[in-house]
């Protein structure tokens, strides 16, 4: 089994790396590659010494398995080239995501639309996997008529440019390290942008939630709007979830729903202030879902709290599933 990261020294392509040790996936030779300037230098991975490539060098060593987080210019660039060798491309930008015959996967939802002939697989927006993931088993029990979706989205979902601006807004670091992230102060405030401002008014970030969210779920039909925050907190996605089904539920049955969905933790007790934090969920590969409750504003109506770590399930661990579904289904 050969598997090449690219975008290897990146904050998502490290803990790529990092979860492919965790999760114990039997690599025969493994293949790092990142920008020119990184190639030559070394990195470690379970004790042994690997050389960065440039990825013409990965394309021409002919990996099984590619698992991309280079940016959608690269991905553009690149991953067709090492699909046309056979290899499975596992993209983590947006570059794929929307294309027909590119499945959009969450493995625990829709690994199925995987098949031999589907070289480039596409890894959903990190907001977008925490939200199917809980909303997966209700839309199958009740059919889910809309969503109105409220993210607040941690610094690290930009990158090193989020935590960096972050960590010198609060005097953590002396000086800037990039460029700044954000069109205004983060610390100690809210920014009602993610991503760039679209010509209906909506953001990138919305418009990613919106239409993935169909994709997964298979039902074009669904009404959502939604509204992305930046706040103030290095790791860890946290989403208010309004949900409208087509058909009555129960919330006791909702709640045994949800914990009996793989990849899925419920915490909520209410008398004891138990609910999901961006703070415990940090650096955890599960989804946390909680202060569920009925909306009595409308017939069907629930409300939602689903917290994540959107650099591991919202990324690579999410990527690493794939990888390990392809393992399985096609190597195996």
Known sequence: ???????????????????????????????????????????????????LVSVEEAIDKHPDIAIFSAGAMASKQYAPRFAA????????SSAWR???????????INADTITTETHIIANPNCSTIQMVMALAPIHKAYSIKRLVISTYQSVSGSGVKGINQLDYEEGRIQCLL?????????????LPQGGDFCD???TTEEEKLVNETRKILRDPNIAITATVCRVPVTG????????????????DEVHKLLAAM??????????????PMALTAYDKDEVFVGRIRRDYSIANGLNLWVVSDNIRKGAATNAVQIAQYIIHQFFE
């Open 98 to 108: 929307m294309e027909k015959d590119v499945p959009l996967v969450v493995p625990e």
């Open 1 to 51: 089994m050969k598997i090449a990261v690219v975008g290897a020294t990146g904050l998502v392509g490290s803990k790529m790396l990092q979860v492919l040790d965790e999760q114990k996936v039997h690599i025969d030779e493994l293949i790092v590659a990142a920008s020119e300037h990184s190639v030559g230098k070394e990195m470690v991975f379970q004790g042994k010494t690997h050389k």
């Open 85 to 92: 060798n056979g290899t499975f491309v596992i993209d983590n």
């Open 236 to 251: 860890g996605h946290s989403e208010a979830v309004n949900v409208e089904t087509l058909k009555p539920f129960k919330i």
């Open 200 to 202: 209906n008014g909506y």
């Open 262 to 275: 793989p990849g899925v933790v419920v915490q909520d007790d209410p008398s004891t202030n138990f609910y």
């Open 178 to 190: 990039t460029k700044p992230a954000y069109p205004h102060q983060i610390y100690r405030n809210v």
